[in-house]
Nanobody
Framework: VQLQASGGGLVQAGGSLRLSCAASGSGRRFSNYYIGWFRQAPGKEREFVAAISWSGGSTDYADSVKGRCTITRDNAKNTAYLQVNSLKPEDTAVYYC????????????????WGQGTLVTVSS
């Protein structure tokens, strides 16, 4: 499946953003896929942010964003979302969405398909 992440930008600390992940080009339904969001700051490894099951009934969050992030999906629109509130400068990173047919893990290697990323910059 092809994934297109969008919604990033420059925001002041304390602000909010909603990132979108649009899926296309797969012979399988979007609802077959688990979706994960990861981020990678300059000079750092890619890290897990959030994941959601195929139905949306199960979600998981990294401790660093728990309480500030909400991951959702709209299977009718083939799109997943990541709402990030109370943004901090340390949230600055390129945010990637990823998809997998079998699981919603917390490690990058657990996902087969990746989008190109959207840059989030949080100013202090």
């Amino acid at each position: 499946v092809q994934l297109q992440a969008s919604g990033g930008g420059l925001v002041q600390a304390g602000g909010s953003l909603r990132l979108s992940c649009a899926a296309s080009g797969s012979g399988r339904r979007f609802s077959n896929y688990y979706i994960g969001w990861f981020r990678q700051a300059p000079g750092k490894e890619r890290e897990f942010v959030a994941a959601i099951s195929w139905s949306g009934g199960s979600t998981d969050y990294a401790d660093s964003v728990k309480g500030r992030c909400t991951i959702t999906r709209d299977n009718a629109k083939n799109t997943a979302y990541l709402q990030v509130n109370s943004l901090k400068p340390e949230d600055t990173a390129v945010y990637y969405c990823a998809a997998d047919l079998t699981r919603s893990g917390t490690e990058p290697y657990e996902y087969d398909d990746w989008g190109q990323g959207t840059l989030v910059t949080v100013s202090s």
